[in-house]
């Protein structure tokens, strides 16, 4: 996807999802199909060993959450669902 070819992705609800941006001052937008509920939030560390998603950016460049930083591993995510 890209600013370029104007192309969307449509995840299914209940999917896992996460992006990586890769060029400066992008906006990033998406919609949900319900409001936003905190208490229904999960997911699955970004970094995860077993799943070893290259994103294409440094380990010294990554930016995120501090709620995703305590996320579980894929194992344990899928041990409690």
């Not at 070819?5 to 999802?17: A, S, T």
């Not at 070893?52 to 930083?69: A, L, V």
């Amino acid at each position: 996807m890209s600013g370029d070819n104007d192309k969307q992705l449509f995840v299914p609800r209940g999917f896992l999802h996460g992006f990586s941006v890769l060029e400066d001052n992008t906006i990033v937008s998406y919609k949900c199909d319900n409001y936003y509920q905190p208490a229904a939030e999960d997911g699955v560390i970004f970094n995860d060993v077993d799943l070893n998603i290259d994103w294409k950016i440094p380990s010294d460049k990554i930016i995120f959450s501090e709620k995703d930083e305590h996320l579980l591993t894929f194992s344990e995510f899928t041990d409690i669902y």
